[in-house]
């Protein structure tokens, strides 16, 4: 169930970062660099987490500018974020374990830094600027933090099991 309010939005942020933190905590870098089926490690899973955060960030900021906002990327569509996703593991090649743990720390402080900042009605009052759609700013923002951190958790989990 998305969260309804700010609070709610700051405490399933906290609570899922918490988890992914203690998750990947027990992670050695050789085990997180390891490439499934799909040519994807947990490396990958984390750093892309962090980049989605960045999006999220941007989308927000483009918005209140009255700038354009691309959705999920200049160049993108959404029913392209296969390739999309491709796209940032190749760009993310050189990215290694404890960078991509550093990444994601540092874009969950900043989302943490601009969900406190917000009003509830800024989060939730009405559509995000920009996004051409009923999602208010809480709702994206929950999207590219707690429940990519959940899914993120949930790889992971899964991983480990394959890897053991």
């Known amino acids: 169930m998305p969260a309804k309010n700010k609070d709610e939005l700051l405490a399933v942020s906290q609570k899922e970062f918490g988890k992914l933190e203690k998750l990947t905590g027990s992670i050695d870098p050789p085990s997180a660099l390891i490439k499934d089926d799909e ?3 947990i490396k990958d899973i984390v750093a892309h987490r962090a980049h989605w955060i960045d999006l999220f960030l941007g989308w927000y900021r483009d918005g ?4 354009p906002v691309h959705f999920p990327a200049e160049g ?4 392209e974020l296969k390739r ?8 993310q090649a050189d990215i290694d374990w404890d960078e991509a743990l550093a ?11 601009l969900l406190q900042r917000c009003s509830n009605e800024e989060l939730y009052g009405g559509p995000m600027k920009g996004a051409n759609n009923n999602w208010t ?5 929950e999207a590219a933090g707690p429940s990519h951190f959940r899914s993120a958790a949930k790889y992971i989990r899964s991983r ?5």
Request: no cysteine; net charge positive.
């Open 103 to 113: 990444m994601l720390r540092k874009n969950h402080g900043r989302l943490l830094r």
């Open 64 to 67: 209140l500018a009255g700038k």
């Open 76 to 79: 993108y569509k959404w029913n």
């Open 160 to 164: 480990l099991k394959v890897m053991t």
């Open 84 to 91: 999309y996703n491709a796209d940032l593991r190749a760009q």
């Open 39 to 41: 040519d994807t490690s």
């Open 137 to 141: 700013p809480g709702r994206w923002a």
